[in-house]
């Protein structure tokens, strides 16, 4: 009885630690990052400089929403220097030394002895912006009445109704 008591109260404090631990909320502190830009058709890479950042770091050392500051390289690019196809790439780090040396690693090899043209990018002409951390809200889904022909019709929402 002791042991599946003791059993029970170490799931129960598992299950609830991984709740917690899911609905941490990033923080904003200074990183470093840079870009880099190229297109699998072209013979140009585009690099960012190196430039320290303000962002939301997750607990587990991840990027929150580190996806839209390739994102905003990939505007930039296609905007402001007419390139179409390009991938972007974003690297980060909260160490500038670590990541100093990953970008050089990155210029050494498009550089020298290679048949690609490095284009920099200066922190005048591109800045990454800091992304505003929100937290996602699930909304809940209008309840599925059924037909004749046997399929699921969605039922309108009650802010859908208010705006009938």
């Known amino acids: ?6 059993v029970v109260l170490l799931l129960v404090s598992a299950f609830s630690l ?16 840079f870009g880099c830009a190229l297109s699998f058709n072209d013979s140009v890479i585009i690099m960012t400089d190196l430039q320290p950042v303000e962002a939301y770091m997750m607990p587990n050392g991840f990027l929150a929403d580190r996806s839209l500051y390739s994102l905003q ?21 909260k160490k500038k030394t670590r990541l100093e040396k ?3 690693k990155i210029r050494k090899k498009y550089r020298t002895g290679s048949d690609f043209v ?22 809940e889904t209008a309840p599925v009445s059924g037909n004749e ?3 699921g019709v969605a039922q309108p929402s ?7």
């Open 118 to 139: 490095l284009q920099s990018l200066g922190v005048d002409a591109f800045r990454f912006q800091t992304e505003e951390w929100v937290d996602p809200i699930v909304e």
């Open 73 to 93: 390289l990939n505007n930039y690019v296609v905007g402001q220097l007419q390139r179409e196809n390009m991938t972007c790439a974003v690297f980060f780090d």
């Open 149 to 151: 022909d046997g399929k």
């Open 18 to 33: 991984v709740a917690l631990a899911a609905t941490v909320a990033p923080r904003r502190q200074q990183v470093y990052m």
């Open 102 to 104: 990953k970008y050089q």
């Open 1 to 6: 009885m002791k042991m599946r008591r003791g």
């Open 158 to 164: 009650a802010t859908e109704k208010k705006k009938e």
